[in-house]
C-alpha cells in the first residue's frame, strides 16, 4: 500500500510497546502523588494477572485503619502545611484521593502509564478533543456511537474542526481520507451498534505516517478483551459507565495513554475543563473493576451462544457478532480480541417488526446503556443512534429493523427463549 511521501513526524506517539508475555504485565507508573501504600514491588506487579490487579492497584489496606476496601475522601478542600507546601492534594477538582486509586487502577489495567477520570465518557471525549485546533481534521470510523458523531457534528463543528466519517476496516479508505490537516484519527472496535471489526495495527500505521494521533473508544471491548496501546494507539477512551461499573448505577469515562507529552495536555486540560467524577462515584467504579473478568468471560460466552442461536430464527435476517464465521472481520477479532465481547446486534424485517420484538421481551430490558450484569435490548435508530440523520444512519447500515442487544450474565437458556418467544 502507497503512503503518502510527504511524511510528517508524528508529535505525540510514544515508542510502540511490544505486547508483554503470557501473564507478563508491565506495572503502572508511580502515580505523582503519594497518598496510598506503595505499590508492590515492580517484580511482583509485573507478573500479576488481570483479575489480581484488578483487585489490588490502588485498592487497600488502608493504612490508617486496615480497611480492605479503599475509603471514600469527600473533601473538596485539603488543608496546607504552608503556601505551596501540602500533601498532594490542593482542591478536590484538581484532584482526590479516590480519585487517583480509581485512575491508577484503570491504567494498570489497560497496561497504560497514565489514566485520567472523567464524570462521562462524553467528558472525557469532549476533554480530548478540546486539544484540536479550528482548521484540524479528523477522520472517523463511520459506525460510531451516536453521541459520539453528537458531538462531532452538532458541537465541535461550530469552531472550525472539520471531520470524515469513513469505513476504517478498509485501510486504503482511511490512506485515502488524510489530509494535511488531518491531526486525529478515531475508532471504535467493535463499533456501535453494527460490530464492525477495525485493524487497529493497520490503520494507526497509516495515521501515524500522516502525523494524526490515534484513538480508539474501547468501551465494548473493555481492558480485559483488548488493549489498543499495544496495537499502536495514542489514547484509549472508555465509558466506564458500562462494563468496567457493570452494575448500571454509575456514570463515568476515562482517557489511558503511556505518551508523556499527551499525559500532561490532558491533564492541564481535566482540570481546566472541570468534568471529573465524584469521589463516591471512583469508589462505584473500583467496587465494579474487581469483577470485570468474570462478568465478561460470562458475557462473551452467553453473547456467543445466543448469536449463533439467532443465526436459526427465521425472523432474522441477519447476525451482527464478531465471534461468528460469517462475520467479515472474524480472523482481525480474533487477533486483537482475547474473546469476541457481550454485544450483539440483529434485524428484522423492519421497524414495526423490532419495535414488536422488543415489546415482548420479558428478561431483557428496554433500555440504552450496555454493558451491566443484566441484560438489555435496544432499538438505535430510534434511541442511542437518534441523534444521527436518517440517511447517514442507513448509509453507515444502520437500518429501522435493527436491534442492539446487551448481554448480561444470566442463564444463557433464559435468554434465548426469551428473544425466541419475543420473535414468534
Known amino acids: 500500500m502507497a503512503l503518502s511521501k510527504d511524511v510528517r513526524p508524528h508529535p505525540l506517539r510514544a515508542r510502540r510497546a511490544r505486547p508483554p508475555a503470557s501473564g507478563e504485565v508491565k506495572p503502572p507508573s508511580p502515580a505523582s502523588r503519594e497518598v496510598k501504600p506503595p505499590s508492590p514491588a515492580s517484580g511482583e506487579v509485573k507478573n500479576w494477572g488481570f483479575s489480581t490487579r484488578a483487585l489490588h492497584i490502588g485498592q487497600g489496606p488502608d493504612p490508617a485503619t486496615g480497611a480492605v476496601v479503599q475509603p471514600i475522601h469527600m473533601a473538596t478542600t485539603f488543608a496546607q502545611q504552608g503556601v505551596g507546601k501540602h500533601k498532594g492534594f490542593e482542591y478536590g477538582r484538581s484532584g482526590n484521593p479516590t480519585r487517583q486509586a480509581l485512575e491508577e ?6 497496561d497504560a502509564k497514565h489514566c485520567l477520570a472523567f464524570s462521562s465518557g462524553l467528558g472525557a471525549e469532549t476533554t480530548l478533543m478540546l486539544l484540536l485546533d479550528p482548521g484540524d481534521h479528523v477522520v472517523y470510523m463511520e459506525d460510531v456511537y451516536g453521541g459520539t458523531f453528537r458531538l462531532f457534528d452538532k458541537v465541535l463543528k461550530r469552531y472550525g474542526v472539520t471531520f470524515t466519517p469513513v469505513d476504517a476496516a478498509d485501510i486504503d479508505a482511511v ?15 467493535p463499533t456501535n451498534p453494527l460490530l464492525r471489526i477495525v485493524d487497529i495495527d493497520a490503520v494507526s500505521e497509516v495515521a501515524h505516517s500522516h502525523g494524526a494521533m490515534v484513538c480508539v473508544d474501547n468501551t465494548f471491548a473493555t481492558p480485559y478483551l483488548q488493549q489498543p496501546l499495544h496495537l499502536g494507539a495514542d489514547v484509549v477512551v472508555h465509558s466506564s459507565t458500562k462494563y468496567i461499573g457493570g452494575h448500571s448505577d454509575v456514570v463515568g469515562g476515562a482517557l ?3 505518551n508523556e507529552e499527551l ?3 490532558l491533564r492541564f486540560h481535566q482540570n481546566a475543563v472541570g468534568a471529573v467524577p465524584s469521589p463516591f462515584d471512583c469508589w462505584l467504579l473500583l ?5 470485570l473478568a468474570l462478568r465478561v468471560e460470562r458475557q462473551s460466552q452467553n453473547a456467543m451462544e445466543l448469536a449463533t442461536a439467532l443465526q436459526g430464527n427465521r425472523a432474522v435476517n441477519r447476525v451482527f457478532y464478531p ?5 467479515p472481520n472474524r480472523g482481525v477479532a480474533a487477533r486483537q480480541m482475547r474473546m469476541f465481547g457481550g454485544m450483539v446486534s440483529f434485524e428484522v424485517e423492519d421497524e414495526p417488526t423490532a419495535f414488536r420484538a422488543l415489546e415482548r421481551l420479558r428478561i431483557f430490558a428496554l433500555a440504552e446503556s450496555l454493558g451491566a450484569v443484566e441484560s438489555l435490548a435496544e432499538h438505535p435508530a430510534r434511541m442511542t443512534h437518534a441523534s444521527i440523520p436518517s440517511a447517514e444512519r442507513q448509509r453507515s447500515g444502520v437500518g429501522d429493523g435493527l436491534i442492539r442487544l446487551s ?3 444470566e442463564d444463557v437458556a433464559d435468554l434465548i427463549a426469551d428473544l425466541e418467544s419475543a420473535l414468534s
Open 105 to 110: 487502577c484503570l491504567a494498570a489495567l489497560e
Open 175 to 189: 490512506e485515502r481520507s488524510m489530509t494535511p490537516r488531518t491531526r486525529m484519527l478515531w475508532l471504535e472496535s
Open 256 to 258: 489511558m495513554t503511556s
Open 263 to 265: 499525559e500532561q495536555k
Open 287 to 291: 467496587r465494579g473493576v474487581k469483577t
Open 323 to 327: 465471534g461468528l464465521d460469517s462475520h
Open 407 to 409: 448481554v448480561g450474565v
